[in-house]
């Protein structure tokens, strides 16, 4: 794809066609779209063994091979169907299941057909999933703090996951191990995509840690079935009138500015031995504009010098690379999510905060089986409070840039209080990056109480390269990340 037919014996490699690749791309994404299609199936093929960002540029590959052989032999193109690999190998489908259940520990045998007889297994995977997708399970804090949801099931919220063997097994009865993405701060999604960018990094990272078999069953939908819970569109409001097109009331603007505020001085920390000082005059400047001289008349003002103070410090290098942000606007917008959150406002019709609505859609997407959390920035506090009130295993729980000790917003306003393990997580990774500015204090186990059983979290500094550090594609890409996970979801598909 780098180079043309003409070159292709050359010995250095040539940059190629940019328009050209990025057409074939396009046509390619447009041709995996297609259900039923022959590279629609070509795709999910070469996906299994090696990974979606491979399995693409097969199928421009087998895009471009096909434009070539039409301009050539002046042919149309001739669809194969999306069973022509099954119609090519009429048995690769019995082997496959063969091999499956072998891997479960089930022994295949032949017989002769018998009379058809409707078995009840299939109609029990149905009935629980049917349970699990009608369960309205309350929401609260453990303990005393109070502060607790009452409702679960608001229109807004998404909770997307796969559809693999766990909706058509049961199991002899169990219900399937479960793997939930909790999403930060950030705008709009497209869930769908995020969901599959978050496969996608986890299968890298558990392959760097040697679980390539699991990897594979991790993108196939095998080894667990993935949900992620998207309440991103809960932030949305109708009308945003605010500094910058943020709509804060007083009090959550003071939250924010405070908020910004740790991070910055944290940073400045961090980074003490810049050699040339240029980081510690763009953040005097941004502590300037942050606190300067008299009163802040209003919250349109606080929220007026918190986006100043962000134009200012994405000029610098660290904080130009820490994230996806194009300007102070977005970056304050999407920080405002954290005060929003905290200050646990924004009833809905029928009187619900906007915190406590967030919850229901995580609670929602824990199910009632064994579950492996894995929850980024915000959404690390929003796990932490949500599992608080949750009683089925969570035997693992993996925080990615948690904000959850920052002392001056955070952690004084975290419920319950003090910030204790739930009771229901039997181990807590916390995995921080030491440009990730999200994080200014990243040793949670420092902040957080252990539970009965002794549990408390066990912070780990991982280094990423380039740009967009607190992504958390980044972080589930690293081996130290995605082993654990894997082992974990490995543990819950060997229990019988």
Not at 61 to 68: N, P
Not at 300 to 310: K, Q, W
Not at 451 to 463: E, I, L, Q, T, Y
Request: contains cysteine.
């Amino acid at each position: 794809m780098n180079e043309s037919a003409g070159v292709s014996k050359s010995a250095r490699t040539r940059q190629g066609n940019a328009n050209l690749k990025r057409i074939l791309g396009v046509a390619a994404m447009t041709a995996i779209r297609q259900k039923d299609s022959y590279l629609s199936a070509f795709y999910r093929r070469i996906a299994a063994r090696r990974g979606r960002h491979q399995a693409q540029f097969a199928v421009m590959r087998k895009i471009a091979v096909a434009i070539w052989h039409i301009l050539k032999h002046k042919t149309g193109y001739q669809e194969l169907g999306a069973d022509y690999f099954a119609r090519r190998d009429p048995e690769r489908a019995m082997r496959r299941m063969i091999k499956e259940a072998n891997r479960l520990g089930l022994t295949v045998r032949f017989e002769p057909a018998r009379a058809a007889h409707r078995c009840s297994r299939v109609r029990v995977a149905r009935s629980l999933k049917e349970l699990h997708r009608n369960r309205r399970p309350r929401v609260g804090f453990g303990g005393s703090g109070g502060g607790g949801c009452h409702k679960v099931g608001n229109p807004c919220q998404t909770v997307l996951s796969t559809r693999s063997r766990w909706e058509d097994v049961s199991r002899g009865g169990s219900v399937a191990p479960r793997l939930v993405f909790v999403h930060g701060i950030g705008g709009p999604r497209r869930v769908e995509e995020d969901r599959e960018r978050w496969i996608d990094a986890l299968a890298a990272g558990a392959r760097r840690a040697g679980h390539g078999e699991a990897a594979r069953g991790l993108i196939d939908g095998s080894l667990a079935e993935v949900v992620f819970a998207y309440y991103g569109d809960l932030f949305q409001r109708p009308q945003a009138q605010g500094a910058g097109g943020i709509n804060l009331d007083e009090d959550e603007a003071v939250l924010l500015n405070r908020l910004f505020t740790e991070i910055v001085q944290a940073h400045v920390q961090a980074h003490d031995e810049d050699p040339n000082g240029l980081i510690d005059a763009t953040v005097e400047r941004a502590l300037a504009q942050l606190c300067p001289q008299g009163e802040a008349q209003g919250a349109g003002e606080l929220v007026r010098r918190v986006i100043n103070a962000g134009t200012t410090l994405l000029g610098s290098g660290p904080w130009g690379r820490a994230g996806q942000w194009a300007g102070g606007k977005l970056l304050i917008r999407d920080f405002a999510q954290v005060a929003r959150y905290l200050a646990r406002r924004e009833q809905d019709g029928e009187g619900d905060p906007l915190d406590a609505r967030i919850r229901a859609v995580v609670a929602d997407a824990l199910g009632s089986g064994p579950t492996v959390v894995v929850a980024h920035s915000l959404g690390s506090v929003v796990s932490f409070e949500t599992l608080c009130g949750h009683e089925t295993s969570v035997p693992l729980l993996v925080t990615l840039g948690s904000p959850l000790a920052m002392r001056a917003v955070v952690w004084p306003k975290v419920r319950p209080a003090p910030p204790t393990t739930p009771g229901c997580v039997g181990q807590w990774l916390n995995y921080w990056d030491r440009d990730d500015i999200i994080v200014p204090r990243p040793v949670l186990e420092e902040d957080v109480r252990a539970n009965a059983a002794g549990v408390v979290p066990s912070s780990s500094r991982v280094d990423s390269d380039g740009v967009w550090v607190h992504t958390a594609t980044k972080y589930l890409a690293k081996a130290d990340v995605a082993g654990p996970v894997m082992e974990a979801l490995q543990g819950l598909t060997a229990v019988p």
